[in-house]
Nanobody, 115 residues
Framework: QVQLVESGGCLVQPGGSLRLSCAAS????????FGWYRQAPGKEREMVAT???????QYASSVKGRFTISRDVAKNTVYLQMNNLKPEETAVYYC?????????WGKGTLVTVSS
């Protein structure tokens, strides 16, 4: 059973930076793509950033220029570097991996942006 485990969420001040990690239990190259999503209280889950394993990245317009999705093949880990965080970005952040047309989700990690 493939598992994705997120980590790195914590309390951060507005304007601060944070790096989230998503550790996969299978080789990254066995996945077609990865994505980071977030769900704020009372809101629907939204896409933040996606990465095609052999190709490109995409970002939500609200995070473009501030967030970066990347991968470490040796560690089977996908990262989300978040800079200049805003209070409205407080949410549970989820990692999703698509592998052989099946979507796998992690359980999420909480990011709180507050002073």
């Amino acid at each position: 059973q493939v598992q994705l485990v997120e980590s790195g969420g914590c309390l951060v001040q507005p304007g601060g930076s944070l790096r989230l990690s998503c550790a996969a239990s299978a080789s990254i190259f066995s996945f077609n793509s990865f994505g980071w999503y977030r769900q704020a209280p009372g809101k629907e889950r939204e896409m933040v950033a996606t990465l095609i394993v052999y190709g490109s990245t995409q970002y939500a317009s609200s995070v473009k220029g501030r967030f970066t999705i990347s991968r470490d093949v040796a560690k089977n880990t996908v990262y989300l570097q978040m800079n200049n965080l805003k209070p409205e970005e407080t949410a549970v952040y989820y990692c999703k991996g698509r592998r052989y047309d099946v979507d796998y989700w992690g359980k999420g990690t909480l990011v709180t942006v507050s002073s």
